[in-house]
């Protein structure tokens, strides 16, 4: 039997293939965020010379990407998977580049806090030298839009030595709308002054900045040496998990008691742990490795806090693994403590 291949099904069948090749490969204006995974840390923080464990503290992830047809289908009828326009996720005026290099540099940023957090804790040696604050990224259209550039080095605000990012930032936030403000500027090996018209920016509530996002650059020197392999792994949200294992690494007790320890939170350089983004995907990633505690930001008890929706996440999904409150690093050492006692 014959099939005849007229012009007509050639058409059709040029039609049908490119809807298809759209369907799964045209990206819309929206980000797709579902549950990632939980990995040990051990493989990825080492410490020279650190005890070890029986059990393991876990980093849990949130998986994103970019939204196709058939994936924005998928993840309307897909449960924990938000469906988020693109501009949430990176800004506009923010080019791809300039988002991952801005994550990964949050990543060095929460690794740098939980070390001192967690050297300070286990009284080991730790040196700590301030040598000004980075310009992250420039967002487009606000006050420092062709002023700044990604990888300047502000040393200081008006003849104000800058030694942190909430330094400038404090300084910065009891200005008036229109106030003009000098910056001194490492760039490129020479030392520029830049000048700066602040204003009220609705990305920040209406009060006062720059248009800049910003970290401390400091210098952490410690003894033993640590070592950090997380790859591409962005965001802030693994600090607290960071400084539990950097400390359990540091002395001679096993603080997971065999236990698979989860958990979330960025931590800031005194130990606060602060809210994150996916705290219910990353309950459903931690409950799949198998792990049976998972530490959640409590936000002094906030309505809708880390910690409630993490409570809810896992009673939804019927896990028996406990979920944790914590506000500081030192609540979830005293939680994993008081593990060894019981």
Do not use: W
């Amino acid at each position: 039997m014959k099939i005849m291949i007229t012009r007509k099904n050639l058409i059709y069948t040029a039609i049908i293939t490119i809807i298809i090749v759209l369907l799964f490969t045209f990206k819309l204006p929206y980000y797709i965020q579902k549950p990632g995974g939980a990995d040990a840390l051990n493989p990825i923080v080492h410490v020279d010379g650190g005890y070890e464990s029986e059990g393991d503290m876990h980093l849990v992830t949130v998986r994103g990407m970019d939204a196709t047809p058939i994936q924005f289908v998928i993840a309307k009828f897909m449960p924990h998977y938000d469906i988020v326009p693109i501009h949430e996720v990176r800004p506009e005026g923010i080019t791809d580049e300039e988002y991952f290099h801005a994550q990964l540099q949050m990543m060095e940023n929460s690794q740098e806090a939980s070390t001192v957090v967690a050297y300070e804790a286990a009284n080991a040696d730790i040196q700590i030298d301030f040598s000004g604050v980075y310009v992250v990224s420039v967002v487009e259209k606000l006050p420092a839009d062709g002023v700044l550039q990604m990888g300047d080095l502000i040393k200081q605000v008006d003849q104000t030595e800058i030694k942190e990012a909430d330094d400038l930032i404090n300084y910065v936030k009891d200005k008036e709308d229109g106030d003009v403000i000098e910056l001194q500027v490492e760039r490129d090996g020479s030392t520029i002054t830049k000048e700066i018209t602040l204003q009220k920016l609705k990305e920040l509530d209406n009060r006062i900045g720059m248009g800049v996002q910003l970290v401390t650059d400091r210098q952490v020197t410690v003894n033993p040496k640590v070592e950090f392999s997380s790859g591409n792994i962005g965001g802030p949200s693994a600090g607290l998990m960071f400084a539990l294992e950097m400390y359990d690494q540091l002395t001679a007790d096993d603080l997971t008691n065999g236990e698979q320890i989860a958990g979330t939170g960025e931590i800031d350089y005194n130990g606060n742990v602060h809210r994150i983004g996916g705290i219910d995907k990353k309950v459903i990633a931690a409950d799949k490795a198998g792990c049976t505690v998972f530490f959640a930001p409590n936000e002094n008890g906030a309505k809708d806090s880390n910690y409630e929706i993490a409570k809810k996440t896992a009673e939804e999904i019927g896990t028996s693994m406990k979920v944790v409150p914590v506000d500081t690093f030192d609540d979830a050492l005293k939680f994993l403590e008081g593990l060894k006692e019981k």
